[in-house]
């Protein structure tokens, strides 16, 4: 699942855009990083496939240029001003679905002025916006990375609600619940019914189908859901995310267990000893400078049981 979704027009910036694509792989890895051109699979609906990836990200990074704000129509229409037009669209969609959106500013560009711009994209205007020069492209870029990391570990204002909702309803339902048996084993100190109270359902969410250790990644053959509907959590937040802690079977995932994973290789399935490796279940996050080489990976087979989600290193392959 996407991550960061990165928005750009590409007659005004399209090489800015680019450069920050790949530097955001590099640093975060391929899977975690959306722009409409690579990553819509061809077929698909691509109003719908936006949608979606905006559902699933925690930044928006608007990359402006000098005509961003003023690129208009074969009539000379300004793009903008067309509620249609799909920068607008995923722009105004960000701001109103709570997801954090970065402004971007190439070719030394000014943030532009409330008044140019719709009224639903005018909130952007109060929002810190981060410069990114050729000149210090390195530097500036450190300093995106850094505030993309900052964002990562922060739920979003509607989840933090979502998470006090479930908490009240918990309680509620655990006084009724004690008051209930209370009511119907009567209030002597002496009863001796062997029936046990009912368990309580559990909290709606996701949860671990086996333990996960710290920094192993999670995947989707390990997640259980219960209720998913009711909760403002998507699969996508959790899956190929790694574990900040060792966590047992069974445990309620929240946003404060999961950040980006290390870099390196990792397995997407679980695999017996003697199963061939292949490309198929690797997960590559990104930079790879210090993870093993690939081809002492591939085509290998495991030596010992493998977990979905483990980081592989060449003493858990052998000769086939």
Request: net charge negative.
């Amino acid at each position: 699942m996407s991550r960061i979704f990165v928005c750009y027009r590409r007659e005004d910036s399209a090489g800015h855009a680019g450069r920050i694509v790949d530097s955001l792989e590099r640093r975060f890895g391929k899977h975690q990083v959306f722009l409409d051109v690579d990553t819509v699979a061809p077929g698909s609906d691509f109003v719908e496939a936006i949608k979606s990836a905006l559902d699933s990200c925690f930044a928006f990074v608007a990359v402006i240029g000098k005509h961003w704000l003023d690129i208009a129509t074969e009539d000379g229409r300004r793009r903008l001003d067309d509620p249609e037009d799909f920068i607008r669209r995923e722009l105004s969609y960000a701001l109103e679905h709570d997801v954090r959106v970065v402004p971007v500013l190439v070719q030394r560009t000014p943030m532009p002025a409330a008044e140019n711009l719709p009224e639903d994209l005018r909130p952007l205007t109060r929002i810190q916006a981060l410069n990114l020069s050729d000149e210090r492209w390195d530097y500036d870029m450190d300093r995106m990375m850094e505030v993309l990391k900052g964002i990562a570990g922060r739920p979003k204002r509607t989840r933090l609600l979502a998470l006090g909702l479930a908490i009240v309803i918990a309680l509620c339902a655990t006084y009724w619940l004690v008051r209930a048996v209370l009511e119907t084993d009567g209030p002597t100190a002496t009863s001796t019914s062997s029936t046990s109270p009912p368990s309580l359902p559990a909290v709606p969410g996701f949860y671990l189908g086996e333990s996960v250790g710290t920094g192993e990644m999670i995947t989707a053959s390990n997640l259980r859901a219960v209720e998913p509907s009711r909760v403002e959590a998507t699969v996508g937040d959790f899956i190929e995310w790694c574990a900040q802690g060792d966590l047992p079977s069974g445990h309620h995932l929240g946003y404060e267990d999961v950040d980006f994973c290390p870099p390196g290789y990792y397995s997407r399935y679980p695999a017996a000893a003697g199963q061939r490796l292949i490309l198929e279940n690797l997960i590559e996050v990104g930079p790879l400078s210090e993870a093993p080489d690939i081809g002492d990976l591939v085509s290998r087979c495991f030596v010992r049981e493998v977990a979905a989600g483990r980081t592989l290193a060449p003493a858990d392959l052998g000769d086939c």
